[in-house]
Nanobody, 127 residues
Framework: QVQLVESGGGSVQAGGSLRLSCAAS????????MAWFRQAPGKEREGVAA???????SYADSVKGRFTISQDNAKKNMDLQMNSLKAEDTALYYC?????????????????????WGQGTQVTVSS
């Protein structure tokens, strides 16, 4: 089992920044992918950014150039630096993980690929 706990959400004005963190514990293997998803009211959950144990990353087009995903040296914590935030970034942000690496295509942003999920942290951007 893998446990994921998100932190760092909050309220910010448009153009501001927030940094989300995901702390992973449990059976963390050497091969994995981790990702951030978000879900706005009335909308489907969507992938935002992902990273794997090799450091390969993937980003949704809507956040490229504004968000940066990273992991610490121990590779048990994952962060999402969000800059130039927009009102449309308002959502509940979830951390997700799976014990698999996609070597050729990089970590996916597909909902169904991820096995473990956190409880979510709210991000609210006011315009």
């Amino acid at each position: 089992q893998v446990q994921l706990v998100e932190s760092g959400g909050g309220s910010v004005q448009a153009g501001g920044s927030l940094r989300l963190s995901c702390a992973a514990s449990g059976n963390i293997y050497s091969t994995y992918s981790m990702a951030w998803f978000r879900q706005a009211p009335g909308k489907e959950r969507e992938g935002v950014a992902a990273i794997d144990n090799a450091g390969s990353t993937s980003y949704a087009d809507s956040v490229k150039g504004r968000f940066t995903i990273s992991q610490d040296n121990a590779k048990k914590n994952m962060d999402l630096q969000m800059n130039s935030l927009k009102a449309e970034d308002t959502a509940l942000y979830y951390c997700a993980a799976v014990r698999r690496q996609w070597v050729v295509t990089g970590p996916p942003l597909r909902l169904g690929e991820y096995q473990y999920w956190g409880q979510g942290t709210q991000v609210t951007v006011s315009s």
